[in-house]
């Protein structure tokens, strides 16, 4: 567990998640589901259709 702790202390980009960098490490790491890959993909569309509205929001109070 040391020894993971000190790779992930040298890690030059931190991972997202310790847990699972340590998951990982440790070999306990399962496979993922598609299912959870897939609804990272439309958490991430959505981030990107969010960001839009506020932009376009932004805008639109401009012009009032």
């Known amino acids: 567990l040391f020894a993971v702790l000190v790779a992930l202390y040298e890690e030059p980009e931190k991972p997202d998640s310790a847990l699972d960098f340590l998951k990982h490490h440790?070999?306990?790491?399962?496979?993922?589901?598609?299912?959870?890959e897939a609804l990272r993909l439309e958490v991430a569309e959505m981030k990107e259709k969010y960001e839009a509205v506020l932009e376009e929001n932004k805008k639109l109070k401009t012009k009032v």
């Open 26 to 36: 440790l070999g306990a790491s399962a496979p993922e589901n598609p299912e959870i």
